[in-house]
């Protein structure tokens, strides 16, 4: 499906819909006449045959206690080994409410209040929120950044993991907001130096299906032949790649039984939900039949991408854009043209766009904002033109 025919056939207007990102405006920016690219979701349908799933499970019409249906588990395992060689097992695998509540799990059953949890900034800003609020201390390694494009830096990790005694690291790949999509080199070093200092790791791989640059995606249950499995859990979901957020279903991957065990109790113990039947519905047949759908997202992406960056950077060349090689989230350095204390009333009172904005992410996000490009291109057309001239009239001030 070429992003023309995905675009007839799937973009919607979610106005008025009790859509977070188009109808709680007035609540989260104060303002309510802003056009939104904040909210890491889509202006597009799910796909045509997750629609049809799920209104043949409605004509059923009860909705009482389910399990999770046995196909489901054939439908995703064959999505990953398919795509990206990663192997999995059934038992490897249970389900819960979303990522970030799960991390919130693992930060608890691995750790004790009080211990050490790394994160690596800027970085989605619940990790940081997930730490503080289960009592444990948060420990912060910047990504090292070059003209825009991030790596780890495994010097300064390895350093603070000794002196603050870190006992978990939350790590995300592919990286929001940066786009990194992590070599199979990068994450060896990194999962190397967390096993010889014994540090768990947590992987949210939730955006590991957008995948818009010419890096593969390699999950962390696949380095060095699944060397490091048991020292790692993996957290993804269907929400990001095919637009379900509101299901609340999420996967949760624990190769390592012992972990398991230790999960499973502090599931039973906390009464969390065993995710969403609808969810697994709808996600069981975008697994097998989404392809198509989602080649066309990335092209869609990819296009808005590329029109971005080339309309800023051709008004002011200096402004910075990241590689996006994974999510359909771009991380602009707006610093060069505006001041870091002005980039708020540039973007958000002037320009009249909702966007996420790069402190958010950690002191290594200043001056930057990331932005949304999983809309139609004419959405993302009106949001450059307003961006281009806001900052004209900053700097001409």
């Given at each position: 499906m070429?992003?023309?025919?995905?675009?007839?056939?799937?973009?919607?207007?979610?106005?008025?819909t009790?859509?977070?990102?188009?109808?709680?405006?007035k609540?989260?920016?104060?303002?309510?006449?802003?056009?939104?690219?904040?909210?890491?979701?889509?202006?597009?349908?799910?796909?045509?045959?997750?629609?049809?799933?799920?209104?043949?499970r409605?004509?059923?019409?009860?909705?009482?206690?389910?399990?999770?249906?046995e196909?489901?588990?054939?439908a995703?395992?064959?999505?990953?080994?398919?795509?990206?060689?990663?192997?999995?097992?059934?038992?490897?695998?249970?389900?819960?409410?979303?990522?970030?509540?799960?991390?919130?799990?693992?930060?608890?059953?691995?750790?004790?209040?009080?211990?050490a949890?790394?994160?690596?900034?800027?970085v989605?800003?619940?990790?940081?929120?997930?730490?503080?609020?289960?009592?444990?201390?948060?420990?912060?390694?910047?990504?090292?950044?070059?003209?825009?494009?991030y790596?780890?830096?495994?010097?300064?990790?390895?350093?603070?993991?000794d002196?603050?005694?870190?006992?978990?690291?939350?790590?995300?790949?592919?990286?929001n907001?940066?786009?990194?999509?992590?070599?199979?080199e990068?994450?060896?070093?990194?999962?190397?130096?967390?096993?010889?200092?014994?540090?768990?790791?947590?992987?949210?791989?939730?955006h590991?299906?957008?995948?818009?640059?010419?890096?593969?995606?390699?999950?962390g249950?696949?380095?060095?032949?699944?060397?490091?499995?048991?020292?790692?859990?993996?957290?993804?979901?269907?929400?990001?790649?095919?637009?379900?957020?509101?299901?609340d279903?999420?996967?949760v991957?624990?190769?390592?039984?012992?972990i398991?065990?230790?999960y499973?109790?502090?599931v039973?113990?906390?009464?969390i939900?065993?995710?969403?039947?609808?969810?697994k519905?709808?996600?069981?047949?975008?697994?097998?039949?989404?392809?198509?759908?989602?080649?066309?997202?990335?092209e869609?992406?990819?296009?808005?991408?590329?029109?971005?960056?080339?309309?800023?950077?051709?008004?002011?060349?200096?402004?910075?854009?990241?590689?996006?090689?994974?999510t359909?989230?771009?991380?602009?350095?707006?610093?060069?043209v505006?001041?870091?204390?002005?980039?708020?009333?540039?973007?958000?009172?002037?320009?009249k766009?909702?966007?996420?904005f790069?402190?958010?992410?950690?002191?290594?996000?200043?001056?930057?904002?990331?932005?949304?490009?999983?809309?139609t291109?004419?959405?993302?057309?009106?949001?450059?033109?307003?961006?281009?001239?806001?900052?004209?009239?900053?700097?001409?001030q």
């Open positions: 070429n992003k023309n025919e995905f675009l007839s056939e799937y973009a919607v207007d979610r106005r008025n009790c859509c977070v990102k188009w109808d709680d405006l609540e989260s920016f104060g303002e309510d006449d802003l056009l939104p690219f904040w909210v890491a979701d889509m202006e597009f349908k799910i796909p045509e045959q997750a629609q049809k799933a799920l209104e043949e409605i004509r059923h019409g009860v909705f009482g206690y389910s399990l999770t249906p196909g489901y588990y054939e995703y395992m064959n999505w990953q080994e398919k795509r990206y060689g990663t192997e999995l097992h059934q038992e490897w695998i249970r389900f819960g409410s979303g990522v970030v509540q799960s991390i919130s799990a693992f930060v608890q059953i691995l750790t004790q209040p009080g211990d949890v790394m994160i690596l900034q800027p989605y800003n619940p990790f940081a929120e997930v730490v503080k609020n289960t009592g444990r201390r948060l420990v912060v390694s910047e990504l090292k950044n070059s003209s825009e494009t790596s780890l830096d495994l010097v300064d990790m390895e350093q603070k993991i002196e603050e005694d870190v006992k978990l690291l939350i790590f995300c790949s592919p990286h907001p940066v786009g990194r999509v992590w070599s199979a990068e994450l060896e070093e990194m999962l190397e130096l967390c096993k010889n200092r014994h540090v768990r790791v947590i992987f949210d791989e939730i590991h299906d957008l995948i818009v640059g010419k890096r593969p995606f390699v999950s249950l696949s380095v060095r032949d699944g060397y490091y499995r048991d020292n790692l859990v993996v957290l993804d979901s269907a929400s990001k790649t095919f637009n379900m957020a509101a299901f279903n999420s996967h991957i624990v190769p390592n039984p012992q398991m065990r230790k499973d109790r502090f039973e113990m906390q009464k939900p065993d995710g969403n039947l609808l969810g519905v709808a996600g069981e047949a975008a697994y097998r039949s989404g392809e198509e759908w989602l080649n066309g997202l990335l869609v992406v990819r296009t808005n991408y590329e029109y971005v960056r080339e309309q800023l950077q051709s008004a002011f060349p200096e402004i910075g854009c990241s590689e996006l090689e994974g359909y989230l771009m991380w602009i350095n707006l610093e060069p505006v001041s870091d204390a002005d980039v708020e009333d540039v973007i958000k009172r002037d320009a766009l909702a966007v996420d790069g402190d958010w992410f950690g002191k290594g996000g200043a001056g930057h904002i990331r932005f949304n490009l999983a809309t291109p004419e959405n993302v057309r009106k949001a450059t033109e307003a961006m281009i001239s806001a900052i004209g009239r900053y700097k001409r």
